[in-house]
T-cell receptor, first 115, second 113 residues
């Protein structure tokens, strides 16, 4: 079956522009996560969705970052007024909702480069 | 605060040699522990996980890990590595009180022919 997909795979943008990153989770997975992976760093948790609500958005680094999820499926991570320090790989993961600490299935990521 | 430490940034082992990747966590209660692998150009994949019970857990691709509460460790092992094991390995910890897991900074494994 289809795994988690993310688009675009690569995004180059100029400093100050807004970007939208998309995640399509595995069908039926109610939980969805966004992570950021900077060069040489581990995965930094950004936000967690259960259905369309976000009970934990503690990892969003600033108010320039926001995310939404609609229809309990697709999620969009938006970064406004991008800065060079936002350059990273943004990973999305989904899991079956009834297992709070069950396996997360990861997408291939979106590599964001801010010039 | 909860944290995960992977003290080795980069390890190189010869093909056929044994492997141990270290992971230490910080938390008062019993954690849920995971090892994920990120191969070049691929997404992260779960190797194994520990929730409770037998402290030695078996995973995919011939990997195993042992939970040692006294040492707050969950080291990953493989008796004989293959060239295809070259990848980035991440240890992660989760807690029953939350639905998110915290990842370590990763260990990059290189295989010497």
């Amino acid at each position: 079956g289809a795994g988690v997909s993310q688009s675009p795979s690569n995004k180059v943008t100029e400093k100050g522009k807004d970007v939208e990153l998309r995640c399509d989770p595995i069908s039926g997975h109610t939980a969805l996560y966004w992570y950021r992976q900077s060069l040489g760093q581990g995965l930094e948790f950004l936000i967690y969705f259960q259905g369309n609500s976000a009970p934990d958005k503690s990892g969003l680094p600033s108010d320039r970052f926001s995310a939404e999820r609609t229809g309990g499926s697709v999620s969009t991570l938006t970064i406004q007024r991008t800065q060079q320090e936002d350059s990273a790989v943004y990973l999305c993961a989904s899991r079956f909702g009834r297992e709070p600490l069950g396996e997360q299935y990861f997408g291939p990521g979106t590599r964001l480069t801010v010039t | 605060a909860q944290s995960v430490t992977q003290p080795d940034i980069h390890i190189t082992v010869s093909e056929g040699a044994s492997l141990e990747l270290r992971c230490n966590y910080s938390y008062g209660a019993t954690p849920y522990l995971f090892w994920y692998v990120q191969s070049p150009g691929q997404g992260l994949q779960l190797l194994l996980k520990y929730f409770s019970g037998d402290t030695l857990v078996q995973g995919i691709k011939g990997f195993e890990a042992e939970f040692k509460r006294s040492q707050s460790s969950f080291n990953l092992r493989k008796p004989s590595v293959h060239w295809s094991d070259a990848a980035e390995y991440f240890c992660a910890v989760g807690y029953s009180s939350a639905s998110k897991i915290i990842f370590g900074s990763g260990t990059r494994l290189s295989i010497r022919p």
